[in-house]
């Protein structure tokens, strides 16, 4: 960023999106995208953010709730009032001591980028590319397109139900998507896979997501058994918080290893880099508090040859501007996790409305801030006021 920006006041506002069809992971059920939008205002211009964790704890340690309570107690009084020079000095602010709560972080930090983008009047694209030369990432790394590979991402259907699991994979390799992925978990997996094989054919690009449900020692057998399936590979098999035993994973399996909700800053990055964890990596910014962190992950994962690709909550239309715009960089080399939001919403809800071309892509807007994109009576419809 060229100028020192100050925050002149903060608005908070709570969206409420009834998803179609209810997502089911390994640890519990998703039926509406709850989550917090942070405005932060500043000389007349705007900038959006999203901090969406699930309103249980299932997926990461943050609720809703945790969020706003971090937001009301302590990050508004940090940050409100106050001039910031770079987005470096932006994260310290959020982050001196304050451990982990990358979701409610995420939220803040992403509103600053939005900021930046509308007062310099740059993309996400450019900030993005010029933070990368600031670490200094290779230029072809620093190359990105104007498009995403988008990749559909299936829940456990109720009652664990094959049938319903091979109607929506028809469905949605009839809609265009460039890929599948499928949520398992102990007692549905081979099953599960046999049939999105039978689906989609030996050669489609498709990988099973647990959501940290295996145990090592209990499962290895079952998790062997799966290397039949020709999965590009398992995400995040093995346990939250885990490095080691996912690298033993690797040596033990035929089928490629991917970290998720591991991978929660460049610091665990590095690590999984000296371990061998794995190597590919799921970028999600909610679960690395931002665009900046996300950033050095991805320096670090093109220095060493890893493998990424982007992942989502989901967001609204709002929050995954974000990803959307650092997926389409050089080093991202699977389809994202980003959909449109007619896959999740009824029409008319999503306030930034995302599309999918027929054979699977997603386009980056070039817009200077997300609130060119709000569909603004959408917005009157779907925000709820929190904090004025």
């Known amino acids: 960023m060229n100028n020192p920006i100050t925050i002149d006041y903060i608005r908070i506002l709570e969206i409420d999106l009834p998803l179609r069809i209810p997502f089911q992971i390994s640890g519990g059920t998703m039926r509406s995208r709850r989550s917090i939008i942070v405005e932060f205002h500043s000389e007349g211009a705007i900038g959006y953010g999203e901090s969406a964790p699930f309103e249980y704890p299932f997926y990461s340690s943050e609720t809703i709730g945790s969020v706003k309570a971090l937001h009301h107690d302590l990050l508004i009084e940090r940050i409100e009032g106050k001039t910031f020079s770079s987005f470096e000095e932006f994260n310290a602010a959020l982050q001196a001591g304050v451990r982990g709560n ?74 265009g998507y460039r890929r599948t992925k499928i949520k398992i978990r102990p007692g549905w997996d081979e099953a599960a896979c046999r049939v999105s094989r039978e689906v989609l054919g030996s050669d489609f690009l498709l990988w099973a997501d647990t959501n940290a449900s295996y145990d090592l020692d209990q499962h290895l057998e079952t998790l062997k058994r799966l290397d039949q399936f020709r999965l590009a590979f398992l995400e995040q098999p093995l346990h939250y918080d885990d490095l080691l035993d996912h690298a033993k994973l690797g040596k033990s399996i ?25 190597r590919i ?59 449109p939001s007619s896959r999740w919403y009824e029409a008319g809800l999503d306030p930034v409305e995302i599309t999918m071309s027929h054979d699977g892509w997603i386009e980056v807007p070039g817009v200077r801030g997300i609130g060119e994109l709000i569909d603004r009576e959408r917005w009157k419809n779907v925000a709820r006021v929190i904090r004025e």
């Open 254 to 278: 035929a089928t490629a290893v991917c970290l998720d909700e591991s991978l929660k800053s460049a610091r665990i990055a590095r690590q999984a880099v000296e371990c061998d964890a794995s």
């Open 281 to 339: 990596w799921n970028v999600k910014v909610q679960r690395m508090g931002g665009l900046l962190e996300s950033i050095k992950v991805y320096a670090l994962a093109v220095k060493h040859g890893i493998k990424l690709w982007g992942g989502t909550m989901p967001e609204s239309g709002i929050g995954a501007q974000a990803i959307l715009a650092l997926a389409s960089f050089a080093g991202f080399v699977y389809p994202a996790d980003i959909e």
């Open 102 to 175: 990358p979701f409610a972080r995420c939220g803040f930090e992403n509103a600053f980028w939005d900021l930046v983008a509308v007062k310099e009047k740059k993309t996400y694209q450019t900030l993005i590319a010029e933070e990368m030369r600031g670490l200094g990432v290779e230029e072809r790394y620093c190359a990105c397109a104007d498009r995403v590979a988008s990749g559909v991402a299936i829940g456990i259907p109720e009652k664990e139900d094959l049938g319903q699991l091979r109607d929506w994979i028809e469905m949605y390799k009839r809609e």
